[in-house]
T-cell receptor, first 113, second 115 residues
Framework: AQSVTQLDSQVPVFEEAPVELRCNYS??????LFWYVQYPNQGLQLLLK????STLVKGINGFEAEFNKSQTSFHLRKPSVHISDTAEYFC???????????WGAGTKLIIKP | ETGVTQSPTHLIKTRGQQVTLRCSSQ?????VSWYQQALGQGPQFIFQ???????GRGNFPPRFSGLQFPNYSSELNVNALELDDSALYLC??????????????FGEGSRLTVL
């Protein structure tokens, strides 16, 4: 079955500390991979995407992600978080069947002052 | 550039009723897709419309139906509402069609509560 798994439902981290949000995808999901962010009471916004090429992808707001084919992972990282990064982060992959996005369940990033 | 707008933002219905949710796509976008996001879960794909025709559907029953209009605005209709239909319904527009429709631009959603 096609699936995208986000391993942590919540990640608490101190302000200015680094953070990694983990995402694994099943081998039947295509390697078009995405991270979206959902701020409180807002819609989803694209952070970054991997379609091909360099395995290190840089996105908005200082976030980056690394595509790892052997580990079927696409983890999101930021070297220093800010209170404004408080949000829910969703990993998604493009289905090889109907070319629609398959979403993970989301990870809430909680910034501690 | 006008973003994706959805209405209403919140609504409450009772079991068995019908609901219509509306979405205005971002300017220049010809593809719209609808997602259901239950509390604590990721979005689930309902269906997609391209140039007024449904061209993709997720695992939702026929009582979930939609329309796309010539101006690329869209409606999601749900008949015979059930308690489990309570969720945030998200509309997303994009400018491609086919294997990869490109970046999805989301509205802020319509939160439906079914009592």
């Amino acid at each position: 079955a096609q699936s995208v798994t986000q391993l942590d439902s919540q990640v608490p981290v101190f302000e200015e500390a680094p953070v990694e949000l983990r995402c694994n995808y099943s081998s039947s999901v295509s390697v078009y991979l995405f991270w979206y962010v959902q701020y409180p009471n807002q819609g989803l916004q694209l952070l970054l995407k991997y379609l091909s090429g360099s395995t290190l992808v840089k996105g908005i707001n200082g976030f980056e992600a690394e595509f790892n084919k052997s580990q079927t992972s696409f983890h999101l990282r930021k070297p220093s978080v800010h209170i404004s990064d408080t949000a829910e982060y969703f990993c998604a992959g493009l289905s090889t069947g109907n070319y629609q996005l398959i979403w993970g369940a989301g990870t809430k990033l909680i910034i501690k002052p | 550039e006008t973003g994706v707008t959805q209405s209403p933002t919140h609504l409450i219905k009772t079991r068995g009723q019908q609901v219509t949710l509306r979405c205005s796509s971002q300017s220049g976008h010809n593809t719209v897709s609808w997602y259901q996001q239950a509390l604590g879960q990721g979005p689930q794909f309902i269906f997609q419309y391209y140039r007024e025709e449904e061209n993709g559907r997720g695992n939702f029953p026929p009582r979930f139906s939609g329309l796309q209009f010539p101006n690329y605005s869209s409606e999601l209709n749900v008949n015979a509402l059930e308690l489990d239909d309570s969720a945030l319904y998200l509309c997303a527009s994009s400018s491609g069609q086919g294997k990869y429709t490109g970046e999805l631009f989301f509205g802020e959603g319509s939160r439906l509560t079914v009592l």
